[in-house]
């Protein structure tokens, strides 16, 4: 299971850290992304991390402003987005899965609900 928070309203130039507490699967051996979704338009990859890859971002706009991170002991990852802007208003969700390529195309086996971002102008 996936459970992701940390969502919430901010203005922007503001910070916020969304977290994705696991569990049912050895965390360490597994690659963790997130991703958000607009309303009307596709989902899209923000980033990934998991020990043996590393982390990657996958959008050039949150390079530089949000950064990946985990923390095995706690079975938990996080984004910490900083800068923000309205337009990373959107749907967060953290993604799971023991095999790298179907996180970074977003076809994980497992998925946290969402949180929602607001980043007012």
């Known amino acids: 299971q996936l459970q992701a928070s940390g969502g919430g309203l901010v203005q922007a130039g503001g910070s916020l850290r969304l977290s994705c507490a696991t569990s049912?699967?050895?965390?360490?051996?597994?690659?963790i992304g997130w991703f958000r979704q607009i309303p009307g338009k596709e989902r899209e990859g923000v980033a990934c991390?998991?020990?043996?890859?590393?982390?990657?971002y996958s959008l050039e706009s949150v390079k530089g402003r949000f950064t990946i991170s985990k923390d095995n002991a706690k079975g938990t990852a996080y984004l910490q987005m900083n800068s923000l802007k309205p337009e990373d208003t959107a749907v967060y969700y953290c993604?799971?899965?023991?095999?790298?390529?179907?996180?970074?195309?977003?076809?994980?086996?497992?998925w946290g609900q969402g949180t929602q971002v607001t980043v007012s102008s």
């Open positions: 991390i998991g020990d043996r890859y590393g982390s990657t």
């Open positions: 993604a799971a899965d023991n095999t790298y390529p179907k996180v970074v195309r977003g076809t994980s086996d497992y």
């Open positions: 049912g699967f050895p965390f360490h051996e597994y690659i």
